[in-house]
């Protein structure tokens, strides 16, 4: 069967939204506040898609998983309780970055994030980052697997639990 990583399209927006909202769910039953008030929403994901920053990962003809890709200065990450590693060269953030649950399991993560790093690095881009909520063990083993570091703890925009685990990965 097919796999592989490509821009999204307005076509795949149902299928992301499902893929969203499977997160959230998952999310909440481990008794995270991540994704609770509303967001990710579909405006968020039609600007991922407008600014071509959206990707999708494709298993057969299925869209499997979903992550935004962010080239250029992260406001949250400008304090961190730790250090960035490297803060001289531009990074690419990975945000909203989930999987259908028809997918999980399947060791697919590891392929869909080692091909976003590829192909922004074909584009010149080394250091990659990401953060996740402290209750999300599946993002944390996903990141760490493929070779990302912990770095400290940075403030997303979320009044009820605002702390996240930051990673970082320099190539």
């Known amino acids: 069967m097919q796999k592989y990583t490509r821009l999204a399209t307005n076509d795949d927006l149902i299928s992301i939204m499902k893929i969203i909202d499977n997160a959230k769910e998952f999310l909440k039953k481990s008794g995270s506040t991540q994704?609770?008030?509303?967001?990710?929403?579909?405006?968020?994901?039609?600007?991922?898609?407008?600014?071509?920053?959206?990707?999708?990962?494709?298993?057969?003809?299925?869209?499997?998983?979903?992550?935004?890709?962010?080239?250029?200065?992260?406001?949250?990450?400008?304090?961190?309780?730790?250090a960035w590693k490297n803060e001289l060269e531009d990074y690419a953030t990975i945000h909203r970055i989930c999987f259908s649950k028809d997918f999980q399991g399947d060791g697919l993560g590891k392929m869909f994030l080692s091909n976003i790093i590829s192909l922004k690095y074909a584009q010149g881009i080394s250091n990659f980052r990401v953060d996740t909520h402290k209750l999300n063990a599946p993002m944390q083993a996903l990141a760490t697997h493929n070779g990302f570091e912990y770095r400290g703890i940075v403030q997303c925009n979320e009044d009820e639990d605002p702390d996240r685990l930051a990673y970082e990965l320099n190539l």
């Open 35 to 82: 994704w609770q008030n509303g967001y990710p929403n579909e405006e968020s994901i039609l600007e991922d898609i407008k600014n071509k920053s959206g990707y999708v990962f494709i298993v057969g003809n299925k869209v499997a998983a979903y992550a935004a890709v962010i080239v250029g200065i992260e406001p949250t990450y400008q304090e961190i309780d730790g």
